[in-house]
């Protein structure tokens, strides 16, 4: 019992992929899916369950595509780098007036 190794071939500097989604799409998938299963119980209190079941579903499924598209499309950090660029201004408005500020003249 002492030699029971199962060694796990891992290749270095590889991304972790499980069915076609990067490794950090996997917790977004994860996260997204345990809220529509949530949001499914909440609804099986006012509609049939088989209904709720239905959404669910769908929702899971629609999670899962949108987020097994963005994987493909922007890779392992592509996804959070967009939303840094969506974040970023358009422009910079500038309120100075450049009048109090030191200027070096010729001495």
Same mark, same amino acid.
Request: hydrophobic letters at 50%; one cysteine or more.
């Given at each position: /019992?002492?030699?029971?190794?199962?060694?796990?071939?891992?290749?270095?500097?590889?991304?972790?992929?499980?069915?076609?989604?990067?490794?950090?799409?996997?917790?977004?998938?994860?996260?997204?899916?345990?809220?529509?299963?949530?949001?499914?119980?909440?609804?099986?209190?006012?509609?049939? /369950?088989?209904?709720? /079941?239905?959404?669910?579903?769908?929702?899971?499924?629609?999670?899962?595509?949108?987020?097994?598209?963005?994987?493909?499309?922007?890779?392992?950090?592509?996804?959070?780098?967009?939303?840094?660029?969506?974040?970023?201004?358009?422009?910079?408005?500038?309120?100075?007036?450049?009048?109090?500020?030191?200027?070096?003249?010729?001495?």
């Amino acid at each position: /019992m002492e030699n029971c190794h199962i060694p796990i071939k891992k290749g270095l500097q590889k991304e972790v992929y499980y069915k076609g989604l990067n490794a950090k799409y996997i917790f977004y998938c994860i996260y997204l899916g345990t809220a529509a299963i949530i949001i499914g119980l909440v609804l099986s209190v006012f509609i049939s /369950m088989f209904l709720a /079941m239905l959404i669910t579903g769908i929702a899971i499924v629609i999670v899962f595509l949108i987020l097994l598209f963005y994987s493909r499309t922007y890779g392992a950090n592509g996804f959070i780098k967009k939303l840094a660029d969506a974040s970023k201004p358009d422009s910079i408005k500038i309120t100075n007036d450049f009048k109090n500020l030191l200027l070096w003249e010729n001495r």
